[in-house]
């Protein structure tokens, strides 16, 4: 038995809103992926690190789900999310809403996928999935992973039961929109100034522009923290360049987003705001070199340079959020 709907696939270099650019295409509503990623309040950012990890993490975005959540909520679509422990349970969610012609969402583990040729355990992965047959799974996931994919129902299931850092309990969900949508004009102002004020105010050191400012006084060190420093260097590289993120650890997407914003609504703050990301976005994408350099020459330098543009970038970022912060809608 084959059960496939017809669907538009985006084009899109970013997981989530792959899959939520899926979901909403659907129903008729197509809007750019950067608009997606900024009015889910999306960008943000993280130094993680701790003893039980082989080395750092640098993430440029809000925690996996928030993003849906977040543009949901600014849409008002409504958003239906199933977990469950039961696999058998975690099928009847998935098939019952394709079987009745609409495309669903799916949080799991990217590591099973047969795919995916980067084995790698990333638990806040997220899919379109609009068919199924007696052995495989079809999907829809990033440009760079394939676009329209198949993956057996086998491995879907193991993506979809793994535990660990960031994974959801068989999670899937979808989405239905109302019949007219809220203005953009309107939407642009609220998303901005929340990842403005969350950017600006991080609970902790590691958290917005704290984390950028911690990054770049803790970059230089990382030469000692590997046994293969050609290896790990480039891949924290290749993770913030292009795994997904758009370029520059998502700062292009946030940059094309208050680009678009600015066509939008004609205001001082936002052009500011869309100047200094423009800047912020190279500066990511010569930080991410210096680390690439550093892992393959084992030069210290390019690190200490690397940390220096962060110093920079905590700086460039905190006053773009602190000028887009004074957005109101009185202006």
Known sequence: MTRVIHIDAPGTQHCETTALAVLLRHQGIDLPEP?????????????????SMGFPFLGGRVKPF????????????????QETTSARR???????????????????????????????????????????DDHDAYLVDTDQQGGTVVT??????????????????????????????PSLRELIIPAITTCADAFLNPPIANLGHRGIEKAGKLVHTWLQRTDNPQRDLPQAALLMERAGTGGALFRNFYRDFLAECTRLLDNHHL???????????????????????????????????????????????REAMQTLSCLSLGE
Not at 274 to 294: D, P, S
Request: net charge positive; aromatic share 10%; with cysteine.
């Open 66 to 81: 928030d993003l849906t959540r977040n543009l949901a909520t600014r849409l008002g679509l409504e958003l239906l999310v």
């Open 271 to 317: 052009r500011t705001g869309h100047r200094l990301y423009t800047e912020a976005a190279t500066l990511w994408t010569g930080v991410a070199a210096l680390i690439t350099k550093a892992g393959e020459s084992g030069d210290t330098q390019c690190l200490v340079q690397a940390g220096s543009i962060l110093g920079d970038l905590s700086r460039i970022e």
């Open 35 to 51: 608009m997606l990623f900024g009015l889910g309040s999306g960008l943000s950012f993280i130094y993680w690190d701790s003893k």
């Open 152 to 181: 057996s129902l086998t491995s879907l299931a193991q993506a979809r039961a793994a535990r660990g850092p960031m994974t959801a309990k068989h999670r899937s969900f979808t989405l239905t929109a109302p019949k007219g949508l």
């Open 90 to 132: 975690a099928w009847e969610n998935v098939a019952a809403p394709i079987d009745a012609g609409r495309p669903i969402g799916l949080q799991l583990d990217s590591y099973h996928l047969d795919y995916f040729t980067s084995k790698v355990h990333f638990g806040g992965h997220v899919v379109a999935m609009y068919g199924y």
